[in-house]
């Protein structure tokens, strides 16, 4: 039985985590939860699972959770709230496996966290690999604690490593849909709205990653996140345009073999692959390769798309320019979604943002959450 604590559990990946653990109780059940500001939700959920520990954003909504938990007789279940709150979540004693998909740097100081606590973490939440991928990996490696991709690509890059040793893989291919505007004419792009931006053609995601997988900034983020998690440079990573999203990613190997993994487009595989590794437990998700007819591959136009280029130059620096990359985007995506930019102000933006930052490697948590903040005030100076 492994116990699971996971962080971000009333969003999408959350979710999608307890369906599993509803799917094969004989092989999960929950010890903490910690969620943001959905009191609604982390209250039924609190009902449902009965985690020893549950967290919340404040102070107030862990309260009022508390309050409504007395109301209908639930007892036993500590509430607790903030950074703290979360960081006591993924050390639990009793947790034995930590699910890390809290969108953003949030999650960032609880996976950390988890991983010094000699905890497996199963990794949804790809900005804390960007922004401290460094950091992260030199503590797994030390303490021999595997970190188990769930982002979709990198997952499947996870299962056609296995195959191979690491000093054979030649390049490793993240395969990207393209986003809504693979072939919309380059001179239309300044006019795209949010409402465009915001209809991705494959997968349904939150809001910032619907956008950046628009501006193809979200393989950006994955190039860097392949990066660290496989112990790979920026030029042995490429990406393939790959609109039907089947094959999830390829790997290269020096002898000439590609692997590639396919699967429906469902995050409850990536999620039960990292909870179950190294097993492979039966599923009903099942793929039907007879009705497949064709797949396509076309090279990434990095014209259209200037924040793949930006990516790859901030994997090669690492560090400060990764985290800037992250940070930047994410204040660039909020004001193109308020309108107070135009879609091609997003790169321009992040552009701006980086080269103003120096080559720098914090060496802490605390150093990454300071050029963080750093970057986004940089970002929100320029944007004023
Ligand atoms: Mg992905």
Redesign the pocket.
Known sequence: MKRLAILGSTGSIGQSTLSIVEQFPERYSVAALACGRNLDQAFAQTVRWRPKLISLATEELAGELSTKLKQVGVTGIEVVYGTQGTVACSTLPEADFVVSAIVGVAGLEATHAAILAGKPVGLAN?ECMVAAGEILTRAARQRNVPILPI????NAVHQCLRVGAHSEVKTIWLTASGGPFRQLPLDQFAAITPEQALKHPTWVMGRRITIDSATML?KGL?IIEACRLFDVTAAQVRVTVHPQSTVHSLVEYVDGSILAQISVTDMRLPILYALAYPERPASTLTFNLAALSHLDFEPPDFERFPCLRLAFDAAEKGGAHCIALNAADEVAVEAFLDRRIPFTGIPRTIERVLASTPEAHPATIAEVLAADREARETARALLA
């Open positions: 790809k982002d979709s690509e990198h979200n994955e």
